[in-house]
Each structure stands twice: as C-alpha cells, then as structure tokens.
C-alpha cells in the first residue's frame, strides 16, 4: 500500500493511508509526517471520524502531556463480500476488513451456464447470506470476485477463458455492479489466493508463486504484496503448457496441456476411464487422503509433472515461497512432496536455497481473504476515500 501525501497539502485519503499503514499512530504522527496545520488535521480527521474511516482508542504508551489518543483504522465497520467462483461451486462469505469472516454460503453451480444467469444467482444468494447474519449492503463497501480464468483487470472482464469460454469479454464486474449497487472487482482466482496468502501468512516475502491445483491449474504471481497479471491477464496460465507426449485435447482447443494430465479434472478423468465413479477433484483428494493406491500413484505422477513444469518457473522467479493450494492440496502432502522432488531435481541450486515451499495455510479462505484485500486496497486508496468524502461533503 503506498502513501502518496506527506505534504501539508496531504488529503484525508492520504491520511488515511498511514493510519493504515502503521506509520501514523496518533494525531500527532500525522502532523509530524504531513506537516499540516492543527485546524487542517483537525478538519480531516472529523471527515475519516464522520464516514466511519478512522476511529480513536485507547491511549499511546509513553506519552508525554495530554494523553494521545491510538488512531485505528475501523475495520469492523467495513463489510466485503467475496466470492471464490469454481467451475463446480461457488464460495461466497461476508468478510469485515479485519478478515473476519462474518458468515460463508457454498452454492453448486455449471460453469457452462450463461453468465448471466449465474451471476444473479450468485446476486441473490450474496443477498440471502446477508440477510442470515442481519446485515445489509448498505454496509458493504465493494465486492471481490475471483474466477478461473485469465481477467483483463482494467476492464474487469474474463480474457478469452479457456474453462469457460462463453463468459468471455462478458461484463461480470459491471453486471454484478447493477445487481447489487456496490463496487465489484474481479480477478483470477489463483491470483487471488496468492494475495491472500502473502498478506495473511507471508506478508514480508518479496515474491510468492501461488499454485492452485483444482479443475484445471493456474498460478497467481505475487510481487511486493500486489499480483503481477500480466500484459492481458494472462500471467500465471501454465495449465496450458504443452508438455512432450502428451495427446489429451484440453479446453483451450490444443492437446498435450499440463492440466490434460496434472489437474484434478485429469486424475478424476482416468480413474473413470478406468471404470471408477471418480466426477472430480475433490473427490480425488478425498481418495487420497483415505488412502486409495491408485489415486495416490495419479497424484504422484501428476506432482512430478506439475514439478517438471514449476521447475522453470521457479528458475525464472527465483521466487522466496511457493505454495501448492486449491481442491488437490486439501488431503495429504502427496502432490507437494512430488512437486518438490521434481523442483529440486531440475533447477540448480541457487533457485531453491532459499525457496519455501508449502501447503496453502488459508485452505478454501485463501480466495476469500484474497477478495477482502483487493476490495479494500482498491476503494481505500487514498483517491477513492478522497472522491467518496468529495461527495458526501
């Protein structure tokens, strides 16, 4: 989070942002980092106080004089609603910006459904979710959606999606806008995984590769705490990376791609091949986790696999952590230690010392925390504070 004012011009958006961001703790610090006037300070802090901005708590240890009052940043008054879209299901929680989870939903849905339909679906239940927790979104300040597919963020629109192809270019931001009458925002779902994991478990790693392993297999790369997404959004879609003697047509039309042969999607593909009732990743990953040999040995090739690939992702990123998430990481280690095998095997050295590698700690909220911190960076910042007080005032 940047802070862009520390003039004695700064803005109430600007304040704002280092309360935020711990730099400022008392009014004091304010004055001190912007220079600005006592009747200035005075003024904006009643605009961030009135609009349920900023509250003051308590009192700042050792100091001197009149007790100064802790400047807080009232994330309990600030309500997200987040959903974690699948190609079977949907995760939908209200979320304050704090990241506590106030109440969660599950809906099943077909990614093959016309988009519209599925998102006033997903209106409707957003609604129904509030109403059980006796809220209303009157409280919410903006929306965060992650989907499975690549996103062109300045447009908020899914970019050619190979999983789901008829959602393409569809206006889900804006739709979901007019549905709900709060900002929504939306992004790759693995990117937003990857977000929540660096600001919740690994806020000072300078680069961090998320890899959900689900359907299909997407990867979010986080650079200094912010998704890198890409020219068109496309960072991160190694799902579709060919790989050598392999013949499976995928989604995106080509043959060969790695989520042909290492997603979930793929396993519960050849355990029904082999006359399994296996419809899903989920389901696999439950097999697995009970124990199930032939589901372990599918799950360990597709780790070495997924590892030959990561191998030179890891090579190009150096990257400090690397975190394996999405329905195929919820049961066991089997895919993350065949990964790391593969990791380790193929890459020198110098790109793995310092590589962490693990399971996602966030599990199903990885997304979800992910959201709440998209939306509140994006209608916190210090220009989207300062329009909404323009307007108010």
């Known amino acids: 989070m940047s802070v862009a004012g520390t003039s004695a011009s700064a803005s109430a958006g600007e304040i704002l942002a280092l309360v935020r961001s711990g730099r400022a703790r008392t009014r004091r610090d304010v004055q001190e980092i912007t220079g600005l006037s006592r009747s200035t300070l005075a003024l904006r802090m009643s605009q961030l106080i009135n609009a349920g901005y ?16 802790i400047l ?19 995760n939908l929680a209200i979320v304050d910006a704090g990241g506590q989870i106030i109440a969660q939903a599950h809906a099943e849905l077909r990614i093959e459904v016309a988009p519209d339909e599925t998102l006033r679906m997903l209106a409707k239940r957003l609604g129904e979710l509030l109403a059980r927790a006796g809220r209303g979104i009157s409280e919410v300040v903006g929306v965060g959606v992650g989907i499975p597919a690549p996103v062109r963020f300045a447009t908020q629109r899914p970019n050619n999606p190979p999983l789901m192809p008829s959602w393409h270019d569809f206006p889900v931001g804006e739709t979901l806008r007019s549905l709900l009458g709060v900002p929504v925002f939306v992004d790759n779902d693995a990117n937003l995984m990857g977000l929540g994991e660096t600001r919740e478990r ?43 003697d392999a013949h499976h047509r995928c989604t995106c039309g080509a043959s060969g791609c790695l989520a042909t042969e290492a997603s979930g999607g793929a396993i519960a593909r050849m355990l029904r091949d082999e006359g399994r ?39 190009l990123l150096n990257p400090s952590v690397l975190v394996l998430g999405g329905a195929m990481s919820a049961h066991g280690t089997t895919l993350l230690e065949a990964a790391r095998e593969r990791i380790y095997e193929r890459t020198v050295p110098l790109a793995t010392r310092e590589l962490f590698i693990a399971s996602s700690s966030l599990g199903a909220d990885a997304a979800i925390q992910g959201a709440r911190h998209l939306v509140i960076d994006q209608t916190f910042s210090a220009d989207a504070v300062d329009s909404r007080l323009e307007l108010v005032g």
């Open 202 to 244: 690994y806020p000072d790693a300078p680069s961090l590769l998320f890899v959900k392993i689900g359907t299909g297999i997407g990867a979010g790369v986080i650079l200094h705490g912010e998704p890198e997404r890409g020219i068109a959004g496309g960072a991160g879609d190694i799902g579709h990376i060919r790989l050598p």
């Open 72 to 90: 807080s940043f009232d994330e309990a008054r600030q309500l997200v609603l987040a959903v974690d879209l699948g190609a079977t299901h949907a």
């Open 277 to 315: 009732d296996v419809l899903s990743a989920t389901e696999v990953s439950r097999l697995v986790g009970e124990g199930d040999p032939r589901a372990i040995a599918l799950t360990e090739r597709a780790g070495h696999l997924l590892g030959d690939v990561l191998a030179t992702s890891v090579a």
């Open 54 to 69: 900023v509250r003051e708590v308590g009192q700042a240890a050792g100091s001197t004089g009149r007790p100064a009052k």
